[in-house]
């Protein structure tokens, strides 16, 4: 039936995430379709993959993000279906809605989804309304800063300002009073309006017009954990586990774990309880990810946004239930309903591993001239380079992800230890030396840590 309904297969990404896509596609028996610029010619999953297309230049909006050359290659080529990955295209309801009128099977949840739980601002009212617990915040946009000063002061010191689209922690800070709050608020307002104008370049339509800012309750000492979530045709929602986010550079996640250390069986069962309604809410189909902030004190949880899509950390929920998500969304994809029982077995670290400096985290690209990975038993490399490939300074610098699998957390912490130690990159800047700090930090070691971790690393070697 898969072949029937969705083969040939069009990955429209790069890197690390189309390779791994590539090899649960053609596990399937489906021929795997690639996507590339000109930058990405000499990549593994290029090669790997049963035909490639090239779709422009390195410049990713006359490319990756150009939706009309994707759907060109995928008519090219035969393509029934499109799956989007992560990043990119993937969060846009418009070329969703572009996929779907070409006749073709679009891999993720319907565009009305995406649409819905694209602007934060209507997600946290959608969510609430669902009876699932927000923080404090604003439920219309803030579109100046004198209605944003008013709205801090109604929730209180400290809150959080982000823009009401867009993702990855860019225009996301923390303002403790009014005078951080006008500095946040232009930050925000900049990246906002930076978002809205890729996103109609894109596509998106109208979906946010404007520099459209959303005002939380900022939670001291957070947890940022997600439940991983499956929609299937028939209707019903089922949630494979939570995921630890909580150590992050600039507001971007850099490492996650499974199970988290820092919640209790009570609170992660009401939490998965909440993120079955939340998918409910929206009528989810295929894989998403709410994504919510936990007070470890309080041992309570609030929503924070829902990703409609694959997310970078898939693979710790992999390495602990047996699944294997790629194929879950290929399955509701295709109108299955597979029958999941989700069972968690020991514990899953992933590192992820970037061309960036370690110490300020600045991206790093250059040409990479030595690249070893590690193996053994738990060892898990989703990479998108091998040596003699050149990181470009167009897209992320996201290399590869280093995932670890253990009995315990104790023993998954060892074997990380050893996998990022046989890890070699030779040629740009890269991370792991930072991963090999964090493997010695206390507060990672116990499990007591929280979203200001990689922060306080930071200003101890200052």
């Known amino acids: 039936m898969l072949n029937e309904t969705l083969g040939p297969v069009l990955i429209a990404n790069r890197g690390e995430i189309a390779r791994?896509?590539?090899?649960?596609v053609q596990r399937l028996g489906l021929r795997a379709i690639a996507v590339h610029s000109e930058a990405d010619a000499d990549l593994p999953y290029v090669r790997e993959a049963d035909e490639a297309v090239l779709i422009g230049p390195a410049n990713p909006a006359q490319?990756?993000?150009?939706?009309?050359k994707v759907l060109e290659a995928a008519r090219a080529t035969g393509a029934r279906a499109i799956h989007p990955g992560y990043g990119f295209l993937a969060e846009n309801a418009g070329f969703a809605e572009a996929v779907i009128a070409a006749g073709m099977v679009w891999i993720g949840p319907a565009p009305e989804a995406i649409d819905r739980m694209g602007d934060k601002i209507n997600a946290r009212n959608l969510m609430e309304d669902a009876g699932v617990p927000v923080a404090a915040g604003t439920r219309e946009p803030v579109t100046d800063l004198g209605l944003a000063m008013t709205a801090a002061k109604e929730i209180g010191y400290p809150v959080m300002v982000k823009t009401a689209?867009?993702?990855g922690g860019i225009g996301m800070s923390v303002a403790h009073d009014d005078d951080e709050l006008a500095k946040a608020f232009d930050q925000a307002s900049r990246a906002a309006l930076r978002f809205a104008a890729a996103a109609a370049a894109g596509g998106a339509g109208d979906v946010l017009a404007g520099p459209a800012i959303l005002l939380e309750r900022y939670i001291e000492r957070a947890r940022h954990v997600e439940v991983q979530i499956l929609g299937r045709p028939d209707g019903t929602v089922v949630a494979l586990g939570e995921r630890d986010c909580s150590v992050q550079r600039r507001h971007q996640k850099v490492v996650e774990e499974t199970p988290s250390p820092g919640i209790t069986p009570e609170l992660r069962e009401r939490m998965l309880a909440a993120a079955v309604r939340a998918g409910e809410a929206v009528g989810y189909l295929g894989a998403g990810t709410v994504e919510c902030l936990v007070d470890a004190d309080a041992q309570d949880f609030v929503f924070l946004e829902m990703n409609t899509r694959l997310q970078v950390e898939h693979p710790v929920t992999e390495l602990v239930t047996g699944l294997?998500?790629?194929?879950?969304?290929?399955?509701v994809a295709a109108g299955e309903s597979p029958e999941i029982t989700p069972e968690v077995s020991g514990h899953?670290?992933?590192f992820r591993v970037y061309a960036e400096d370690p110490k300020r985290f600045f991206p790093g690209p250059g040409k990479i001239t030595a690249w070893t990975?590690?193996?053994?038993?738990?060892?898990?490399v989703d990479s998108g380079y091998e040596s003699g490939n050149t990181v470009t300074p167009f897209y992320d610098p996201?290399?590869?992800?280093?995932?670890?699998?253990g009995a315990t957390r104790a023993e998954a912490l060892e074997r990380a230890r050893e996998a990022v130690a046989g890890f070699t990159v030779?040629?740009?800047k890269n991370n792991l030396p930072f991963c090999a700090e964090l493997l010695d930090n206390d507060e990672f070691v116990t499990g007591d840590y929280d979203t200001g971790l990689v922060g306080r690393m930071r200003a101890k070697r200052a």
């Open 165 to 167: 689209g867009g993702g």
């Open 324 to 331: 294997d998500l790629v194929e879950l969304q290929l399955r």
């Open 20 to 24: 791994r896509i590539i090899r649960t």
């Open 398 to 405: 996201l290399m590869a992800k280093l995932c670890v699998h």
């Open 426 to 428: 030779e040629g740009p």
């Open 348 to 350: 899953a670290i992933e």
């Open 373 to 380: 990975e590690p193996a053994g038993d738990g060892v898990r």
């Open 63 to 68: 490319s990756y993000l150009d939706p009309v």
